[in-house]
């Protein structure tokens, strides 16, 4: 189901935000397709949605939020590189699909270095390990001692997602053992490690936080570079003593490679205005999801910085999956 909404760049927040911006003409001129490679309902759907509201302004063309769930976001990516480079269509991307990805498989019918840009970061989305609150196991402290002991199993919505790649660098890090047991989706993944059947699991914050506000979980650790602001009070990795072992879940927008630097401009301003809108502040309190106002040369930066973590974890561990 698509979900028409205004224009992406003609708002007065927008042009007010970025003042510099806002010589020229308006973008875009005709309706947008915000492509999102994942199933209505989820994150990355939600968050599309939302960010569309925020940048809604009368009388400019429609954004249409499209839903094009695939394996790897292949589906969602070749529409937008396939389309003109002017703005018209634009990917919601995640972690998976800029970083991940081409260590993942052996033949993409894209490259995500090559052709694609990431023109604005949305938010980062902290991990949490989490016990039950009858597990034997109530510190990272503990957890670690029973997995130099023997493995531990640890449930996560999916095999290669990124809190799979989070726990794969504690393991690397920390050297405990665990053995992976992946889920279709959070929601199982809750629900087992309610009832007991795995020893811990990864969960974000967004899914994490019902647990925790309600005592149906706790949280170990958190494997953000800081600690998360929904949930103050749980340490990071590095606080407990495992060094260079930070990962988060994220999310941005990506545009085509050939997309002009006024375009990559207008479109940075956009996404940071809306971030920084009382309506999606509001609704990132709610979430426990963090944003950052990171400019186009600190996207490139976040890219280059992860790059530089998972492809050698991932091709390290020989997990592969198939297009």
Known sequence: MTLRRRALLATPLALTAMPALAQGAAWPDRPTRWMVAYGAGGASDLFARMISRALAAPGVPPVVVENRPSGGGIVATE????????????????????????ALYSRLPFDPDRDLVMAGFIARFPFFILT??????????????AGQRQALTYATPAVASP??????????????QVEHVPYRGMPAVLQDLIAGRVDCAVADVTNALPLLSTN?????????????????????????????CVADGWQGVSLHRAA???????????????????????QLGTTGAE?????????????RRENAVWRPLIRDLGIRLES
Do not use: K
């Open 79 to 102: 529409a937008v590189l396939s389309s003109p480079a002017d703005g018209s269509t634009v990917l919601h991307v995640d972690n998976g699909m800029m970083v991940y990805n081409p």
């Open 291 to 303: 944003t950052e106002p990171l400019t186009l040369a600190q996207c490139a930066e976040l890219i």
């Open 132 to 145: 039950r609150p009858e597990s034997p196991l109530t510190t990272f402290e503990e957890w670690r001692a």
């Open 163 to 176: 809190h799979h790649m989070a726990m794969e660098l504690l393991r690397v890090r920390a050297g405990v």
């Open 260 to 282: 002009s630097p006024d375009l990559l401009a207008r479109v940075n301003a956009a996404v940071r205005a809306a971030m920084a809108s009382p309506e999606v502040v509001r």
């Open 216 to 244: 149906r979980a706790r949280a170990l650790i958190t494997f953000g570079a800081n600690r998360a602001r929904a949930v103050p009070d749980v340490r990071t990795a590095t606080e407990a003593g495992i060094a260079d």
